[in-house]
Structure formats: structure tokens, C-alpha cells
């Protein structure tokens, strides 16, 4: 059911086989203890178990200890027995498209969720490509659930639509409530939160990440109940509205068992020293502004330093808005335990990072903007040797601005950081010679993302395309899933992709490829290709044809500002009934000549074993 979840159309196919052998009937059990009883007259024997429930009632211990959703999947593929003894032991269920299954289908099946893990839209509404009011509603689910599931502990939702109203049921129909997680969520607002801080009187759980949360000028961190909370995680660094700072500090003085807060940035750095006397046991934290308030002239200010070293257990560090560059070395006597440490909001220089960065030795993922510059990521690569996780975002987005950070600074990081499995990389100017270099020195990377803002731009040093590089990514790192491609790019890179990339699945494409070739290429050479996304690329109907064989079994195929006809995905609609083609227009007009024209503007194809869905807006025709 959904990519990871039991992959419901071959579960449909191993039912209909299954029809045909059928597991032992009761009566042959009871006709077998009658002949039995008949042969013995000494004693009396109750009848012997059925094969099956005694193999059931075996799967059921063993599955228990069975976690992985891949792992699951399998078995529930074996027969029809193991799916039954699957389903009623799956406790957490993982849905990657809101859209590819109904909630009737889900408690029809699973009887017994605690916890539920659901995406709505596609990652490139993340980049303003997707309409707004385009669907993902959180409703239908949070109702059906409500009914099957009283005993629900656990929502995690991503790009997901969510109102007051859903979070009121939610809150009202669980009573054993636990942990909520909105990740670039929309729809609600602090009503919402307060309601879910009221009535769940078990809550640990509240993460409110990248989310739009409208302000009701509510009071949200006062309504959770008086006493001691449960409270582990608390997240509001996206909520852009003023809080209550009292209610919080009283919140976390009565929450023993907090490792997790991460602060918004109307909590200010003398704010923030109070609440970390209060709760030194903090494991990660979120600074929120990181400036000190307007301290009259000759007062003294609190020993921040000091407050960074009665929290000997922090490992995480995040936040830092509005920071002001005098207050950072206060962060220093915590730097040694560090594990994380997020800078993707402070716009940074490298003379403000080298005295903090040199003494982070066990950082394993580290974020920032790009205004450390290459120097800045020179002075991590020779500290940080046991990097996992490296992510450079954009302090200035815009395609024609001056990239501070270069192949430079990536190869720096290669050669430094060996032991390297995730990079994500903004930058305006790349070579092959730097890109090469990280697939030789860091191996083990599963996931590479290199974004050259500006359009077809080929290697700064040699003008040729970018495509050795990218080949060299695809032949030397072994255990890549997942890869996203930019900058000048011929056909020549997407055959390296579909020679090499055998386990890649997802892979973003963006101003790339020459001619259909391309797109055959990886629709042919990637076996376990699950997300593909594109846009501004010249791919047409003869690329998307060339991949009927594949779209029944992948998540989703987004195409925008592409050549894709109306007939062409017509003719897809027509070929595969298990997969829903969805056409519209990128800002959500109406208007025919977006959708009816020789061309459509995107293409949203996804797989769903209960046929196109019920909530498209009147933007979107579904073919």
C-alpha cells in the first residue's frame, strides 16, 4: 500500500493466487478430532490446531521484532496468511502519498495503527511550483482514524493541509495521544495548537517544523494542563508570532523529562538564558533569536557562557535568528559534545565560524548558508572528520547573484570529511574535476544534491558540461538512492545515471538533458526508481512513453514547463488504470490553454489503488 507500505498491487495480485488455496477450514479440523475421539475410547483429546493458527500464532511473536517496512512488505507478500498475521501486527504505518490509497482501504486492513507517518504533496511545492489550494487534506484521514483507531499515539504529517477543526478531532478522539509532528504543513493556526495542548494529557511530543501557522492572538503555551508534563519535544521555531514567555518558562520548569526545545525568534538571548538554567538536562536546543533584548546602559547582562556550561548534555544546536556575531563564542564550552549544529539561518563569516568550527570534533551533521564561504568550509573539512551530513543553503537565492561558495570549497570537504553519506550544496560555480573528487574520497555517500543556481551552466574552469562529474557520482558511489542534477547537462550524463545508478530512487532534474534519450535512459536503467522530478527540461511523449513499464510500481513522475502533450498523457491514463495522470497549470489558473493546449504545464502521475481522487480543485483535470 504506497511505495514502502506492503506494495498493495502485488499484495492484489498474491490475493487473487491465494483464492485459489485456500488455508484449512475449521470443519476439516473438527472431521479429523472425530476420528480421532472414535479410534480412542480410553480418553478423550481436544481437536489439534489448525497448521495455520498454530503458524500464526508463531508470526505473531516473531513479528513483533520485525520493524522495518521493506522487511514487512515482503513478508505480508508471501501468502495469505502471513499478510492476515502482517496486517494485525503492523502498529506503524508509513503512507508517502496521501493520495495513492483511501483511509477506508487503511483500517480496512490494519486493525490495530498506534502510529501514522503521511505525505501530501510532492517536494516541489517546497519551491513555489506547486498551486495553492491544490489538495493534501488532513481531514478524510483524521476522521476515519478517529473511528478505527481510538488508541492512536502517534501523527507524523508532511506537506500535508490541516485545519483547527482536524486538530480539535484529533486532539478530542485520541485519548492516549503522544506525539504530533507538522512538517511544511499549512491550513491551521495557534487555535489549533492550543486545543492539541490542552486535551492531549499525555502529550511528548509537539514538533511544529517549516510549518505556515496562521496567528489567532491566542495564548497557546498557557493551555497546557497545570502539573507535571510529559513533555520531551517542543518545537515552534516556525510560529511567527510573539509568545508568551511566563507561560513557556513555567511549561518547561514543569517538564522533567525535556530533552528537545527549539525556540522561535520572538524569545530573545537573555529569555533563553533563563529557560536553560531551568532545564540544563536540554539535548538539543533552538536558540530563536540569539540577540539579546535592549539591555539599559550599565546593567549587567547574564553569563550566557556560563548557561552553555551548566548544559553539559546538549549535542544539538539550532536557531540562531537575528543572532548578534559578539554573543556566538558564548556557544564554545559546548562545542566538544556536539553533534549537530544548524547555522542555516545566521548569516555567518568565516571569521565567525573558524573559532566555533575548530572545536567541534564529533559534528556529524552540520547546516549553513552559504556566507561561510569556501574558507568557511575549508576550516570544517579540517576539523570535522566524522561528518555524516552537510547541507549549504543560499543566503541569496537569485540565479544571477555571486556565489560565495565554489567546487572549492567541495572538494576542501571531500577530502576531509571521508566519511561523508549526505550533501546538499547551493552554490553558482562548479567543475567536474571538484565533483569527482567527492565521489572518490566519499564513497559511502547515499545522498548527493548539488544545485547550480544558474541555468545550464557548464564547468566554471573547462566550459564543458557537467556530465564526467555527475558519471563519476553514479559509477563510485555504490550505495546512492538518491541524487539531484543541475548545471549543463547533455543526454550523455543521464545514460552514466541509467548505466550506474542502480539504486537511486529519487532523482530531481532541473534545466537538463538534450532529447527524450535522457528521460529513456533512467526510465529503463533504474530499477528502483520510486520519485522522479523535472522541470524545464525538453522531455516530450516519446520520454514519458518509454517508462509505461515502470509507473505502476513508482510514487510519483512530476514533469513541469517540459514538452508533455495532453494526448501523450492521455495515452499513459489510458495504458495503466492504476495510475492517476493529473494536469494543470503552475499558479493554479483555469484558464483552458494550460490544460488543453498542445502542451500541458505540469504533469502530476502517481499510482493509487482507489482511482483518481475525490477533492481536485477546478485548476486541476484529471485524464
Not at 553569563?303 to 544539538?316: E, H, L, P, T
Not at 575549508?378 to 555571486?402: G, H, M, N, W, Y
Not at 528502483?528 to 509505461?548: A, N, T, W, Y
Request: include cysteine; charge should be neutral.
Amino acid at each position: 500500500m504506497t511505495e514502502e507500505d506492503s506494495s498493495a498491487k502485488m499484495s492484489e495480485d498474491v490475493e487473487k493466487y491465494l483464492n485459489l488455496n485456500p488455508p484449512c477450514s475449521s470443519s476439516s479440523s473438527s472431521s479429523s478430532a472425530a476420528t480421532f475421539t472414535n479410534k480412542s475410547r480410553n480418553f478423550k483429546s481436544s481437536p489439534p490446531p489448525c497448521p495455520d493458527h498454530v503458524l500464526e500464532n508463531v508470526l505473531e511473536n516473531v513479528l513483533q521484532f520485525l520493524t522495518s517496512r521493506c522487511d514487512r512488505n515482503a513478508v505480508s507478500l508471501v501468502c495469505r496468511s502471513w499478510y492476515r498475521v502482517e496486517a494485525q501486527t503492523r502498529l506503524e504505518v508509513f503512507i508517502g502519498n496521501c493520495y495513492s490509497l483511501s483511509p477506508a482501504r487503511l483500517i480496512h486492513r490494519f486493525k490495530r495503527v498506534r502510529s501514522l507517518v503521511l505525505k501530501g504533496k510532492p517536494r516541489f511545492a517546497d519551491f513555489n511550483l506547486m498551486p495553492p489550494n491544490w489538495g493534501a487534506q488532513f481531514s478524510p484521514w483524521v476522521a476515519a482514524t478517529a473511528k478505527a483507531y481510538p488508541w492512536l499515539e502517534k501523527v507524523h504529517l508532511k506537506r500535508m493541509f490541516v485545519t483547527d477543526d482536524d486538530l480539535a478531532l484529533l486532539a478530542e478522539s485520541f485519548p492516549g495521544f503522544k506525539e504530533l509532528t507538522l512538517v511544511c504543513c499549512e491550513g491551521f493556526g495557534t487555535s489549533g495548537i492550543a486545543i492539541v495542548a490542552n486535551k492531549c494529557r499525555q502529550l511528548k511530543v509537539l514538533d511544529l517544523m517549516e510549518s505556515e501557522v496562521t496567528d489567532d492572538e491566542l495564548d497557546w503555551i498557557s493551555c497546557f494542563p497545570e502539573g507535571e508534563t510529559h513533555l520531551e519535544s517542543l518545537s515552534f521555531d516556525c510560529i511567527e508570532s510573539p509568545i508568551n514567555f511566563k507561560a513557556l518558562e513555567e511549561l518547561v520548569v514543569r517538564s522533567p523529562f525535556l530533552k528537545k526545545l527549539r525556540t522561535n525568534r520572538f524569545v530573545s538571548l537573555e529569555e533563553l538564558h533563563r529557560l536553560m538554567v531551568r532545564a540544563p538536562q536540554l539535548t538539543s536546543l533552538g536558540t530563536g533569536s540569539f540577540s539579546p533584548d535592549n539591555v539599559p546602559q550599565g546593567e549587567q547582562q547574564p553569563d550566557y557562557a556560563a548557561a552553555f556550561r551548566a548544559c553539559k548534555s546538549i549535542v544539538c544546536l539550532s536557531g540562531f535568528r537575528e543572532f548578534r556575531p559578539e554573543y556566538l563564542l558564548a556557544i564554545s564550552s559546548v562545542c566538544a559534545n556536539l553533534t549537530s549544529l544548524n547555522f542555516s539561518y545566521a548569516n555567518i563569516s568565516p571569521h565567525m565560524l573558524k573559532p566555533i568550527i575548530s572545536n567541534c570534533h564529533n559534528i556529524r551533521v552540520f547546516w549553513a548558508l552559504d556566507s561561510i564561504r569556501d574558507e568557511g568550509l575549508q576550516a570544517v573539512a579540517a576539523t570535522c572528520k566524522e561528518l555524516r551530513e552537510l547541507r549549504i543553503f543560499p543566503f541569496d537565492p537569485r540565479e544571477d547573484s555571486e556565489g560565495p561558495v565554489s567546487g572549492v570549497g567541495l572538494q576542501a570537504i571531500s577530502e576531509g570529511c571521508r566519511k561523508l553519506e549526505s550533501i546538499l550544496y547551493f552554490c553558482q560555480n562548479m567543475t567536474n574535476g571538484a565533483v569527482t573528487a567527492m565521489s572518490e574520497n566519499c564513497p559511502q555517500l547515499t545522498v548527493f544534491r548539488l544545485c547550480i543556481m544558474g541555468r545550464h551552466r557548464p564547468d566554471h574552469v573547462t566550459g564543458k558540461p557537467m556530465d564526467d562529474g555527475f558519471g563519476a557520482i553514479v559509477k563510485n558511489c555504490k550505495k546512492l538512492t538518491r541524487l539531484a542534477v543541475s548545471g549543463l547537462l547533455t543526454d550523455e550524463a543521464f545514460s552514466y545515471i541509467g548505466e550506474y545508478g542502480k539504486l537511486i530512487r529519487t532523482l530531481s532534474v532541473a534545466f537538463a538533458g538534450n532529447s527524450d534519450k535522457a528521460l529513456r535512459y533512467v526510465l529503463e536503467g533504474c530499477p528502483k526508481l520510486q520519485k522522479l522530478e523535472i522541470r524545464d527540461s525538453p522531455f516530450g511523449d516519446v520520454g514519458l512513453r518509454s517508462g509505461m513499464h515502470r509507473y505502476s510500481n513508482m510514487r510519483f513522475v512530476w514533469l513541469s514547463s517540459c514538452l508533455i502533450s495532453r494526448g501523450g498523457c492521455r495515452g499513459v491514463s489510458h495504458a495503466l488504470p492504476n495510475v492517476v495522470v493529473e494536469v494543470f497549470g503552475a499558479d493554479g489558473d483555469d484558464d483552458e490553454d494550460t490544460v488543453t493546449g498542445d502542451y500541458v504545464e505540469t504533469l502530476y502521475l502517481y499510482r493509487s489503488l482507489d482511482g483518481p481522487r475525490k477533492d481536485a480543485p477546478k485548476f486541476v483535470t484529471i485524464l
